[in-house]
């Protein structure tokens, strides 16, 4: 069962928050108080009746088994306001419930024990929110493909399931497993995460139609937001991955018009699960197996059903500059890469989501490396750089379901680059990057313990740099000057950063490599006699600023 972390958010300290006001409604959303602590869940059964022609869903419901952790007899669970809740049941009683916000209370007749087992099944219909610019607003996505036919699909990451189906919405807690039925008019086929238990073809009478039910089986723990619908006019072909562990299988859902040429483009899934079983062990959720879903927006990282909508183009949507000019999907790659960060490993709060994001964004570096090579991967890295905004710290507050800067992604790779410089033994750097991976997997985590969890491996602390790169807005500025004293130079430098920061770098003088010690007091270091065009900073190695004085 999935560890379940048991903290009370103060509301009033949220409060004390001045760069961004925060209500109520986020406190309850992303706050863990009594009434969600007081339960683990331990299965969510969800079932959904989809209405594409009202873009709605119909007669709803998911029974939310748990165990009792302290004695209660009030719990929250979360819906978005706009979905109507139609009944409550528990033990055959209808149970009374209020609502504030996206928040709903229920009232038990009696008090649930500790250690309990017990289940609640809320039933519910209601107009999802729709997604207007998805995967980035969330929500349902009603469109059409080509020929005119419906295709569905729904994303929600930061919004929150709960915008579709009633759970507790918190990352801390995840079922240990789950099961997805879905009713869809026919023929359209529906897919959801897991594994296909059943799908048959009945006559249903609300709809007054034929319809498809499809049931699914989730057999590891999910995250929420990870659970997805996809329902279309789809095409099934799959293919073995045979590792050192066993066959994999891969399945692949996409239009029926693109069936040859996705069997085409996706011939470069396999080499990728080579490289990324290489550096962080076997793919997580082997029995469910591993899927590709074409959707109608561009991608997420479903769990076992990641959405693709990269119309079978390298780069991101054909943009190689954003690859440094290298010929592979992006979206393939870096929504994969989320099945170990971010699916397998999971913050219990947004506000850690450097975790997923940054891990997940340097193992298209780690990708890189493997595919084409050293050198490939350095500038693949370095090209990282254009794109990080140093707006914000990468931390973002916790207990309101916010999350820090988009930075976590090139800004967190670019951290864990410059870590790797700093570790200087790539045969621990790779095994502590392995060992996160596996000794995490299947478990929800704060972002400190992976920072725990480096410094004891690694045998160093690197609480002030950590603190410089993900709750600082800015990266270390190096300072220096060069200094003439008749053949020699002297280098007098120093850092521009957090008080404590005394990170050290690599410079070259034209023949090697050697370190440097700075901290935020100036420093002086003879370098001797050398051409002063040939000193370098070695920034490839680093993500930092230079600042000649």
């Known amino acids: 069962m999935r560890k379940l972390i048991l903290f009370v958010a103060a509301f009033c300290c949220v409060l004390l928050v001045v760069s961004q006001p ?40 998911n029974i939310i088994h748990f165990t009792v952790v302290s004695d209660f007899d009030k719990m929250q669970i979360d819906l978005a306001f706009n979905m109507e809740v139609l009944l409550i049941q528990f033990e055959g009683v209808q149970l009374e419930y209020s609502r504030e916000f996206d928040a709903i209370y229920i009232d038990f007749p009696r008090v649930l024990k500790k250690s309990e087992h017990a289940n609640v099944k ?53 079922p240990d497993s789950m099961r997805i039925t879905c009713t869809a008019r026919y023929p ?27 049931e699914w089986f989730v057999s590891y723990p999910i995250n929420n937001y990870n659970v997805t619908l996809n329902i279309g006019d789809y095409e099934h072909f799959s293919e073995a991955f045979i590792s050192e562990k066993d066959t994999l299988r891969m399945d692949y859902y996409v239009l029926h018009d ?44 479903h769990q076992s059903a990641i959405a693709y909508g990269n119309d079978y183009l390298p780069g991101y949507h054909g943009n190689t500059r954003f690859i440094d000019g290298l010929n592979f ?67 973002g507050p916790y207990h309101v379901n916010a999350e820090g800067s988009s930075d976590m992604y090139n800004k967190g790779s670019l ?46 602390d690197f609480t002030d740099f950590f603190n410089q790169y993900l709750k ?23 850092w521009e950063a957090i008080p404590e920061f005394d990170m050290p770098i690599l410079i070259n003088t034209g023949s090697k490599d050697f370190w440097i010690y700075p901290n935020t007091e100036w420093k002086e270091q003879d370098l001797g006699g050398f051409d002063k065009h040939d000193f370098k900073v070695r920034d490839d190695l680093f993500f930092i600023d230079i600042k000649k004085q």
């Open 472 to 494: 600082n807005k800015d990266i270390p500025e190096f300072q220096y000057n060069l200094q003439k004293e008749g053949r020699n130079y002297t280098l007098v430098y120093r």
């Open 329 to 395: 999907d992006f979206i393939i790659v870096h929504e994969s890469g989320h099945e170990w960060w971010g699916n397998s490993i999971t913050t219990n709060d947004i506000a850690d989501m450097w975790v997923h994001e940054g891990f997940c964004t340097y193992s298209e570096v780690l990708y890189v490396e493997c595919m084409y090579g050293y050198d490939a991967m350095l500038s693949y890295v370095n090209n990282q750089k254009g794109s990080v905004r140093n707006d914000k710290s990468v931390i």
């Open 22 to 61: 925060f209500s109520r409604k986020d406190s309850l959303r992303g706050g863990l108080s009594l009434m969600r602590t007081c339960y683990d869940v331990t299965f969510y059964d969800l079932f959904v009746m989809i209405d594409h022609q009202e873009k709605s869903l119909e007669k709803s419901y």
């Open 258 to 301: 693109n069936l040859e040429k996705a069997k085409e483009h996706f011939k470069q899934v396999k080499p990728m699960m080579e490289c990324f079983e290489k550096y962080f062990g076997a793919y997580p959720f082997w029995n469910d197996g591993y899927a590709l879903v074409e959707t109608p927006y561009l991608g997420m990282e």
């Open 415 to 460: 951290m864990l680059h410059t870590l790797r410089s700093l570790i200087e033994d790539d045969k621990l750097w790779f095994e502590m990057i392995k060992g996160i991976a596996n000794d995490f997997k299947h478990e929800t985590v704060d972002g400190q313990e992976i920072i725990n969890y480096i410094n004891k491996k690694s045998g160093k």
């Open 122 to 174: 809320i039933w519910y219909s209601g107009y999802p929110k729709e997604a207007v610019n998805a995967p980035w607003d969330g929500g349902f996505s009603w469109k059409k493909d080509d020929n005119g036919n419906p295709w569905i699909g729904v994303s929600c990451q930061g919004l929150g399931a709960s915008v579709w189906w009633p759970c507790k919405d918190h990352q801390s807690d995840e």
């Open 188 to 214: 359209s086929k529906i897919i959801s995460n897991g594994d296909l238990r059943k799908d048959t073809t009945e006559w249903n009478q609300y709809f007054n139609s034929m319809v498809n039910v499809s």
